[in-house]
């Protein structure tokens, strides 16, 4: 990358490569954390610039993003090459091979989350189109977790600019009721079940992230800006918690509205928060199914909550653009130029 040619020592003018996905219109840029570790030394900065919803990134449906996605291919997954023989192997093909990529979300507000569900399926997909593998082993902050990707061609191999949506399985690993986990506060001794937080009655469960679960009689009648906060920020929770409603609307059917940790606001979509909500719902004998198709406005994801297995998380991943964005200056970013 240039240096600046500024004569006045500011930084010049620099950009990184990016990819705009969905998933259920939960959006992310994804960006190579390769090129971030030489380009952008303020990870948080260029989130919040980017991210938000008046004037962040434009293009494709909505203006900003949900969070931007730092993904790095860590293993292609196909072995075939430079054997010690000398002699290539031949390809393996897409199907037998399992990439693995780091993901780490950094959150509008700066912040970096544990996991992100829908952020998992879009990952993987970028993952795909990049080196061919179908089965890709994301390493999280929250720990491994193998995503599928089905359909599609991995890529835009028709040249119409655009690229087919795929459908994407995460395995997410098993919901916990546990207060160390979700976390609680430290004097609590029990998890917290059907209990008053700030006025609403919730359940609190980790699935990566913390969700507080509300199950409701109706979704739509809530007003979720102002319910979420108090109970986003309450004590009981030290570190913070995403405030999720569940609405049982059929065998095996529920609407779910989400307001994000992070966001600070409600998301169209949130893949941990689906998982949560069909955690919730059994623990609660709201449901006795561990297949589900879980509702947010933008759209339907098919989770699965066996008992004492991990549960998985399926809904499509959705290419919108790619574009180059600007490295926005800032003080770290100046002191590691001079
Ligand atoms: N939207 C994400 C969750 C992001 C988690 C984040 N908001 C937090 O816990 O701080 C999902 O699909 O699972």
């Given at each position: 990358m240039s240096e600046s040619t500024d004569p006045t020592g500011s930084a010049g003018p620099r950009t990184v490569p990016a990819v705009k996905y969905h998933g259920t219109g939960n959006d992310f840029l994804v960006v190579d954390a390769a090129?971030?570790?030489?380009?952008?030394?303020?990870?948080?900065?260029?989130?919040?610039?980017?991210?938000?919803?008046?004037?962040?990134?434009?293009?494709?449906?909505?203006?900003?993003?949900?969070?931007?996605?730092?993904?790095?291919?860590t293993d292609d997954g196909d072995d075939a090459g430079g054997d010690a023989d000398g002699v290539a192997d031949a390809p393996a093909a897409a199907a037998d091979r399992t990439a693995r990529a780091t993901m780490t979300l950094v959150q509008?507000?700066?912040?970096?989350?544990?996991?992100?569900?829908?952020?998992?399926?879009?990952?993987?997909?970028?993952v795909r189109e990049r080196?061919?593998?179908?089965?890709?082993?994301?390493?999280?902050?929250?720990?491994?977790?193998?995503?599928?990707?089905?359909?599609?061609?991995?890529?835009?191999?028709?040249?119409?600019?655009?690229?087919?949506?795929?459908?994407?399985?995460?395995?997410?690993?098993?919901?916990?009721?546990?207060?160390?986990?979700?976390?609680?506060?430290?004097?609590r001794d029990g998890p917290l079940v059907k209990e008053s937080v700030e006025g609403l009655t919730v359940t609190?469960?980790?699935?990566?992230?913390?969700?507080?679960?509300?199950?409701?009689?109706?979704?739509?009648?809530?007003?979720?800006?102002?319910?979420?906060?108090?109970?986003?920020?309450?004590?009981?929770?030290?570190?913070?918690?995403?405030?999720?409603?569940?609405?049982?609307?059929?065998?095996?059917?529920?609407?779910?509205?989400?307001?994000?940790?992070?966001v600070e606001g409600e998301t169209l979509a949130c893949g941990t928060g689906a998982v949560a909500v069909g955690a919730v719902a059994r623990r609660l004998g709201v449901t006795d199914r561990t297949d589900l198709a879980v509702s947010p406005p933008g759209g339907t994801l098919r989770i699965t909550v066996p008992e004492d297995a991990p549960a998985t998380l399926t809904g499509p991943a959705a290419w919108e653009f790619d574009v180059d964005l600007a490295v926005p200056t800032t003080e770290r970013d100046r002191e590691e130029r001079e």
């Open positions: 090129d971030a570790d030489r380009l952008v030394p303020d990870r948080g900065a260029f989130a919040v610039r980017h991210c938000d919803r008046e004037t962040g990134v434009e293009g494709g449906g909505r203006t900003g993003a949900d969070g931007v996605l730092f993904v790095e291919v509008p507000d700066a912040s970096i989350a544990e996991m992100c569900g829908n952020g998992a399926r879009c990952a993987a997909a970028w080196t061919g593998a179908d089965v890709v082993d994301l390493d999280t902050p929250a720990g491994v977790r193998r995503a599928e990707v089905r359909g599609g061609d991995g890529g835009d191999d028709d040249g119409d600019g655009t690229h087919d949506e795929v459908t994407v399985e995460v395995e997410m690993g098993e919901a916990s009721f546990a207060p160390e986990d979700v976390p609680l506060a430290a004097d609190a469960v980790d699935t990566g992230v913390p969700h507080a679960v509300a199950v409701v009689d109706d979704v739509d009648a809530v007003d979720l800006e102002a319910v979420a906060p108090p109970v986003r920020h309450a004590d009981a929770f030290p570190e913070g918690t995403n405030v999720t409603l569940a609405e049982r609307t059929g065998d095996g059917a529920f609407a779910q509205r989400t307001f994000e940790r992070g």
